[in-house]
């Protein structure tokens, strides 16, 4: 894995290991930064209390030196008011010795200016140059009485002014010491701090509040501790005020080394924390990484077993897993025998087959159908009938050259041979099933046994049809041939998967009217004329057109549909009788009604209830053999159609297993003979001898003989001399829609000897 996979799988939360780390690392990290927030909120904590305290005994000592330092000017220029000499040079206007003695005493004081102000407004200044505003407020603020100093603004500079009055003995003036409050001065105060912090004086309106408690201002230099001490003013419109501020900064300065060590450490403690989370998970996650190799691996069906690194709970997890894989392993292989073999003969079964048909795409599958499997299996037993398949299966191996035979279903065998035509392979199955039906012993019997086969290519037919299929549908074909072996024959296998929505198609039909009724005329030998006639379903299919009533009426028979489309032809036959009435011909309709009905009690309620409601002369046919499923039921239905009144025909007389002892139970008013008899009638002797036997027998019974396919002239007069009674045929008329057959009922009528002729 290179170090970019490496990195990407480090970042992928969908590992556990990555999980695990960040975990780990993101708890670390917030003890970590709970820790540092709580060391640096104490620190700070600790660092504000200390300046706050230390600002608050700055501003304390600030005040003390204030008012020692106007005591002290105060004391000086009491001195000098109190001088004789000063007095007598102040009350005399003597300026030269007033200007000399403020001369000396500032020199004395250390003060940056001095003055006399007399009550009348007269100043004699030395150090110090006032204008007139600036002496009018020292001189309303000394005459007011209420202070003796304070701070005066100056030409924009502070200055701590004390003034001491000059009494002779009346008040004459005062004598003002001044001393400017400039940088240098608070330099001074600020060295007297423990800390470094900054000091100013401010003489404007307002600034005379007391702010004594240290708070935190935003100042140029960052959030700052701030104490305002107020200073008396010798100025009514502006107070004064001592401000101290300290930045914060320089509190924390001293533990910014502190902080630093905190940050190495912390980073220090991440990366230890990070390496040793990862080698900690990685060793946690890897057998659980082997385990999901191991299921991955199982999904795709390789039976890795997982690696077995411990004896803890991921260990016996390890363990767990291997053990079923073991199981599975030995559970698919039992699956995948059970999947490809029969259990009872251990025989390859059909999908075995199919997956070597598929390997082998030229090949070409023989499909042996067992003649009589179920008798046989019945005579000898499941068991012997297994053994009778495992050497059958082995004879037809060996000769197909060794080739493996598989079971298909009960009673068919399949084997892939190798030929280069259809003939080819078709033959060599003729040869096998010859050599494979001598008798095979079972036990102390020998059970003789009849193969058919059927024969398909893997890569030939219809490709929705498997080839196994295609060749048990060869067998079927072989069967019907009556050949030993056929190939699949497509065309006459037809389509039937197209079949399938054919019923569904009918039924829309139905509704839509694409399903109606045709009718062939039935002609009366004696009377001469048509009597009758035979209704008949047609449907002509939107997209395949015309559709033979075999294909889909024995369709409707096989998935339950016939009942529905039987109703509908009685309605519709019910409907067009009335119409030929209107029209002057009262005409006897036949409808056939199948066997399936004929066991059906409701049916029979319905079929009863619409002629009794509409009078229609109706005659159901009905073939003899429909009474052989369910004979007491059937019987019992026809012969309540017998006494409704309603004639019952049996049709198709003669093509099938014709049983008189069903022929004297049915209470029938007609037999048609098949037109199997008829068509041959004026070739054979023996068909016409069959003829006037069947004729003269259902007279006999009173039944009265109508003969179905009459296509010529001959037949016709040969039936009229044996005295059949009806005929019906090409000959007579095709069959035909209900205008088409008015217009033929209208036509003039014309006799037998006309229709001979």
């Known amino acids: 894995?290179?170090?970019?996979?490496?990195?990407?799988?480090?970042?992928?939360?969908?590992?556990?290991?990555?999980?695990?780390?960040?975990?780990?690392?993101?708890?670390?990290?917030?003890?970590?930064?709970?820790?540092?927030?709580?060391?640096?909120?104490?620190?700070?904590?600790?660092?504000?209390?200390?300046?706050?305290?230390?600002?608050?005994?700055?501003?304390?000592?600030?005040?003390?030196?204030?008012?020692?330092?106007?005591?002290?000017?105060?004391?000086?220029?009491?001195?000098?008011?109190?001088?004789?000499?000063?007095?007598?040079?102040?009350?005399?206007?003597?300026?030269?010795?007033?200007?000399?003695?403020?001369?000396?005493?500032?020199?004395?004081?250390?003060?940056?200016?001095?003055?006399?102000?007399?009550?009348?407004?007269?100043?004699?200044?030395?150090?110090?140059?006032?204008?007139?505003?600036?002496?009018?407020?020292?001189?309303?603020?000394?005459?007011?009485?209420?202070?003796?100093?304070?701070?005066?603004?100056?030409?924009?500079?502070?200055?701590?002014?004390?003034?001491?009055?000059?009494?002779?003995?009346?008040?004459?003036?005062?004598?003002?010491?001044?001393?400017?409050?400039?940088?240098?001065?608070?330099?001074?105060?600020?060295?007297?701090?423990?800390?470094?912090?900054?000091?100013?004086?401010?003489?404007?309106?307002?600034?005379?509040?007391?702010?004594?408690?240290?708070?935190?201002?935003?100042?140029?230099?960052?959030?700052?501790?701030?104490?305002?001490?107020?200073?008396?003013?010798?100025?009514?419109?502006?107070?004064?005020?001592?401000?101290?501020?300290?930045?914060?900064?320089k509190a924390m300065q001293p533990y910014s080394a502190l902080f630093v060590w905190l940050a190495v450490i912390g980073v220090a403690g991440l990366a230890i924390m990070t390496i040793g989370t990862w080698a900690l998970s990685r060793g946690l996650t890897r057998p659980i990484a082997a385990l999901d190799d191991a299921v991955q691996r199982l999904q795709q069906g390789d039976y890795t077993e997982a690696p077995v690194t411990s004896v803890d709970e991921i260990g016996r997890l390890a363990t767990s897993f291997n053990a079923m894989v073991g199981d599975l392993r030995d559970r698919e292989t039992r699956l995948t025998q059970m999947a490809l073999q029969d259990q009872e003969t251990g025989l390859p079964n059909r999908v075995a087959l199919e997956q070597r048909a598929r390997n082998m795409p030229e090949a070409w599958v023989i499909l042996f159908g067992i003649e009589r499997f179920t008798v046989v299996r019945n005579a000898i037993g499941y068991d012997s009938m297994a053994l009778l398949l495992t050497a059958l299966a082995e004879r037809l191996s060996r000769l197909a050259a060794g080739s493996p035979v598989s079971l298909i279903g009960a009673g068919a065998l399949g084997v892939i041979v190798e030929a280069t035509s259809q003939s080819q392979a078709v033959e060599l199955a003729a040869r096998m099933v010859e050599a494979a039906q001598t008798p095979i012993k079972v036990g102390r019997a020998k059970v003789d046994i009849a193969l058919t086969a059927g024969v398909a290519a893997h890569n030939g037919g219809d490709t929705e049809v498997s080839v196994v299929d295609r060749a048990a549908i060869a067998v079927d074909q072989a069967r019907a041939s009556r050949?030993?072996?056929?190939?699949?024959?497509?065309?006459?296998?037809?389509?039937?998967?197209?079949?399938?929505?054919?019923?569904?198609?009918?039924?829309?039909?139905?509704?839509?009217?694409?399903?109606?009724?045709?009718?062939?005329?039935?002609?009366?030998?004696?009377?001469?004329?048509?009597?009758?006639?035979?209704?008949?379903?047609?449907?002509?299919?939107?997209?395949?057109?015309?559709?033979?009533?075999?294909?889909?009426?024995?369709?409707?028979?096989?998935?339950?549909?016939?009942?529905?489309?039987?109703?509908?032809?009685?309605?519709?036959?019910?409907?067009?009788?009335?119409?030929?009435?209107?029209?002057?011909?009262?005409?006897?309709?036949?409808?056939?009604?199948?066997?399936?009905?004929?066991?059906?009690?409701?049916?029979?309620?319905?079929?009863?209830?619409e002629v009794k409601a509409s009078g229609a002369r109706l005659c159901f046919e009905i073939t003899e053999t429909a009474v052989i499923d369910h004979p007491e039921v059937a019987l019992r239905i026809v012969e309540r159609f017998a006494e409704a009144g309603i004639p019952v025909s049996l049709d198709d007389y003669g093509s099938g297993l014709s049983s008189l002892a069903y022929l004297k139970q049915i209470r029938a008013d007609e037999l048609k003979i098949d037109k199997a008899f008829i068509l041959g009638l004026d070739e054979s002797a023996r068909d016409a001898l069959l003829v006037k036997s069947t004729i003269d027998l259902a007279h006999s019974l009173g039944l009265k003989v109508t003969a179905e396919g009459v296509e010529t002239a001959s037949a016709l007069a040969l039936l009229s001399g044996m005295g059949c009674d009806l005929a019906q045929g090409y000959f007579i008329a095709r069959p035909m829609p209900m205008t088409g057959l008015l217009e033929f009922l209208a036509a003039p009528a014309v006799s037998e000897a006309e229709v001979a002729a």
């Open 1 to 249: 894995m290179t170090l970019v996979e490496r990195g990407h799988r480090l970042l992928d939360f969908r590992y556990l290991r990555t999980r695990l780390t960040v975990l780990y690392l993101g708890l670390f990290g917030l003890a970590l930064t709970i820790s540092a927030i709580a060391v640096v909120t104490a620190v700070s904590s600790s660092a504000r209390g200390v300046v706050r305290e230390e600002m608050r005994a700055s501003g304390a000592v600030y005040d003390q030196l204030w008012k020692a330092r106007s005591a002290q000017l105060s004391q000086g220029a009491g001195v000098l008011a109190q001088d004789y000499g000063f007095r007598e040079a102040v009350a005399t206007n003597d300026e030269a010795t007033v200007r000399s003695a403020l001369d000396n005493l500032r020199a004395r004081q250390g003060v940056d200016g001095a003055l006399i102000l007399g009550t009348d407004g007269y100043a004699t200044t030395t150090g110090l140059a006032l204008n007139d505003d600036t002496l009018d407020t020292l001189y309303r603020s000394l005459d007011s009485g209420r202070v003796e100093g304070g701070v005066l603004n100056i030409d924009g500079q502070p200055y701590q002014m004390v003034a001491a009055p000059v009494m002779a003995p009346v008040l004459i003036g005062w004598v003002v010491f001044a001393e400017r409050l400039d940088a240098a001065q608070m330099r001074m105060l600020e060295g007297l701090s423990a800390i470094p912090l900054s000091a100013s004086v401010i003489v404007a309106a307002g600034s005379q509040t007391e702010q004594s408690q240290p708070t935190t201002v935003p100042t140029p230099d960052g959030p700052s501790m701030l104490v305002v001490r107020p200073l008396p003013s010798l100025d009514d419109q502006a107070g004064a005020a001592l401000r101290l501020t300290y930045p914060i900064s």
């Open 483 to 609: 050949q030993p072996a056929a190939a699949f024959d497509a065309s006459a296998y037809g389509d039937p998967g197209d079949n399938l929505s054919l019923i569904s198609d009918l039924m829309a039909a139905m509704k839509t009217g694409g399903v109606s009724l045709a009718y062939q005329p039935k002609y009366d030998l004696r009377a001469q004329a048509i009597t009758g006639v035979e209704a008949l379903m047609r449907w002509t299919h939107p997209r395949r057109g015309f559709v033979s009533p075999d294909l889909f009426i024995g369709m409707a028979e096989e998935t339950g549909h016939i009942r529905p489309l039987t109703e509908w032809a009685i309605r519709r036959a019910i409907e067009d009788h009335r119409t030929m009435a209107d029209a002057g011909h009262d005409l006897m309709v036949s409808v056939n009604i199948s066997g399936r009905l004929l066991s059906d009690d409701a049916f029979a309620d319905f079929a009863l209830g």
